[in-house]
């Protein structure tokens, strides 16, 4: 499907060290090593309620992951999903008796929208679940014929075993996976299933849901074996980074290592599993099935800029969980101020220093709290002291636009 416009990156003068990042498989910070091109797959929205500021810190992440790949000379081939058929999106659909596709349809143009205005790069592959049945039927037929699958009555589940890796994304143990698995759409309980943690690959057709007639007979994907066959497609086995929010290390995100690794019969599916922490607000994660959202459309409806709602979101570790509170905005708002007046200036102190610190702290898990502490002092310095570099702060404009996405 259409993606957005993406923006354009300043080439900024060298180039930045390799990015490491927290695999959340290994439990530890690595140096991702990707060749000339990395493969980054990251999940898509469900589209059934607008872009949240939970969303939005996610994508800023990836976003961050691209430019400092591309920052160290490497091109990204970037694909993300999108939702547009599952249970949630058909239940609110239900629930207000609008058409399911309209609904989808609306909703993602509001993503698109709130992401252009963030300055997210974009995917060059924005692929839906819809266009992609095709491609996921051939798939489940594979791992029916390969005995990585089996039916249950009409609707067809993976089999946990076919995977001998299985567990090793999240690392957790049996205890905390059926718990999670049922929390997060899974079906532990369900009747006939070999194991409580086997998940949907195909729904066999209900009264009153949407289906494709296919090889398999009728009905809809499971969700895993969305994301699992859209970035085997289109990266490969073996991609750089895979991914998304916490909430996705399990089962999401396992499921769909486990799925390709049984279609394949190679392991790992991806590299990296890289995981943004939750957004909460008043102490709960920020989650359209809680209601407490904060809609980055409505913020900027409200007259917020965009690039101090991104500098609020930036100013917290990606991986840390984090509240969002009213004072987030106005005091990002007065720090964009700042910079804006500091770059306005005709001269200011060298910046040099500051283009390896923001690199430095940028390849270093994606330090942003770090970067921006950086930035605030070179800031104070040039609207204190001042200085001589005339081409000092077209530099910081860049390398603040290039490095954070910020456009000053
Ligand atoms: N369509 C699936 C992924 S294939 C899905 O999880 N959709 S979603 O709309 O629920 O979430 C989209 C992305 O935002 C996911 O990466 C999810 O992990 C992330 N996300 C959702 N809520 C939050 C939150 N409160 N804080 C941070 N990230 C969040
Ligand atoms: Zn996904």
């Not at 990266?235 to 995100?253: A, N, R």
């Amino acid at each position: 499907m259409r993606s957005w416009p993406t923006c354009d990156v300043p080439r900024l003068p060298g180039r930045g060290p390799a990015l490491a990042l927290f695999d959340t498989a290994q439990g530890e910070v690595r140096v991702t090593d990707p060749g000339p091109t990395a493969g980054l797959y990251v999940c898509g929205i469900t589209p059934y309620d607008a872009t949240h500021l939970g969303h939005a810190a996610t994508y800023l992440a990836f976003d961050l992951v691209q430019r400092v790949w591309r920052d160290g000379g490497h091109a990204v081939r970037y694909v993300q999903n999108v939702t547009d058929v599952d249970d949630p999106l058909l239940e609110r659909a239900a629930h207000t008796g609008e058409n399911w596709m309209s609904l989808a349809e609306r909703e993602i143009e509001l993503f698109r929208a709130d992401m252009t205005a963030l300055r997210v790069l974009a995917p060059e592959d924005y692929i839906g679940a819809v266009e992609s049945v095709p491609e996921l039927a051939e798939a489940i037929t594979a791992l029916l014929a390969a005995g990585a699958a089996y039916p249950v009555g009409e609707d067809i589940y993976f089999d946990v075993t076919s995977s001998p890796q299985f567990g090793y994304e999240s690392g957790y143990d049996r205890d905390t996976m059926l718990s999670l698995f049922a929390e997060r759409g899974g079906d532990p309980e369900h009747a006939g299933k070999r194991d409580p943690l086997d998940s949907l690959l195909w729904r066999g057709n209900r009264p009153g849901e949407p289906f494709w007639d296919t090889a398999l007979g009728k009905g809809r994907p499971g969700w895993h074996i969305e994301c699992s066959v859209i970035a085997l497609n289109q990266l490969g086995m073996g991609f750089d980074v895979q991914g998304g929010g916490s909430d996705l290390i399990f089962p999401h995100h396992e499921h769909s290592a486990a799925h390709a690794e049984a279609l394949t019969g190679t392991a790992p599916f991806a590299k990296h599993y890289v995981h943004a922490g939750m957004i909460g607000l008043d102490g709960e994660k920020m989650s359209k099935s809680r209601g407490n959202l904060v809609l980055v459309s409505k913020l900027r409806m409200g007259g917020v800029d965009p690039m101090a709602l991104r500098l609020a979101l930036l100013d917290g570790h990606y991986r840390a969980d984090r509240e969002w509170t009213g004072g987030r905005l106005p005091s990002a708002e007065a720090r964009l101020r700042r910079w804006r007046s500091a770059v306005d200036l005709r001269s200011g102190p060298p910046a040099e220093e500051l283009l390896a610190q923001v690199r430095a702290a940028l390849a270093d898990d994606l330090d942003t709290v770090r970067a921006l502490a950086a930035i605030d002092r070179w800031v104070e310095l040039a609207a204190g002291a001042g200085g001589h570099d005339t081409a000092a702060p077209v530099l910081v404009r860049q390398l603040v636009d290039a490095l954070l996405g910020i456009d000053l």
